[in-house]
Every structure is written in C-alpha cells, then in structure tokens.
Nanobody, 122 residues
Framework: QVQLAESGGGLVQPGGSLRLSCAVS?????IGWFRQAPGQGREGVSC????????LYGDSVKGRFTISRDNAKNTVYLQMNSLKPEDTAVYYC??????????????????WGQGTQVTVSS
C-alpha cells in the first residue's frame, strides 16, 4: 500500500516562493504533482519517473517550478518560484505503481494525497 502526505502550502504574495513536500511510503514507479483550482479540472504540474529520474513539467510552470526528491527521507518536493495568482489551487501529490510512462495524465496515478492549499495573493 502507498501512502502520501503533502505539506508546505500557504498564503504567499505574487512573485514569492513556496516549497511543497510529499512524504511517501511504499513502492512507486512515478510521483507527480497536480493541482486543482475551484471550478476547474485537475491539472498536471510536474512528475518524475524513478527508473531514470526523468522529469516532466506542465507548460504553465516550466522555468518556475522544480521537482526533486530526497531518497533518505522518502520525500518528494515541489519548489515553486515566481508564483502568480493563477497558481492558486489545491496541490496534490500522486503516485503511480507499475507503469513506466512519464506522464501528467491523472488517470495513470493510483494513489493520491489529501492535498494542500496554495494561495497567491497580495
């Protein structure tokens, strides 16, 4: 069984930074970050694949967000810089087992955390 727990959300001013953490237990083949704003669908933000450490980013966050991991702590991070009001959403950590795909399609992820709110506002 895989369990995920996000932390690190909060209120930040435009242009600011936040780092989200996802504590992971259990075997996974890929970890992704997704977000969902009110009234919108779930959007893929970033992911990495364990087999080769390749990463993928959504177009709206390229150059601003960075995904990383600390294997010793079983934790995956999402460093978010140059935040914009449109980044406001609930951010979810998700895990995939058994797939080798590097993808931001939510349906490929089997396990999801509870989410953490990120609000970008002055």
């Amino acid at each position: 069984q895989v369990q995920l727990a996000e932390s690190g959300g909060g209120l930040v001013q435009p242009g600011g930074s936040l780092r989200l953490s996802c504590a992971v237990s259990g075997f996974t083949s890929a970890i992704g970050w997704f977000r969902q704003a009110p009234g919108q669908g779930r959007e893929g933000v970033s992911c990495f694949r364990r087999i080769d450490d390749r990463t993928l980013y959504g177009d709206s966050v390229k150059g601003r967000f960075t995904i990383s991991r600390d294997n010793a702590k079983n934790t995956v991070y999402l460093q978010m810089n140059s935040l914009k009001p449109e980044d406001t959403a609930v951010y979810y950590c998700a895990a995939s087992r058994g797939t080798s795909a590097l993808s931001l399609s939510p349906h490929l992820y089997n396990y999801w955390g509870q989410g953490t709110q990120v609000t970008v506002s002055s």
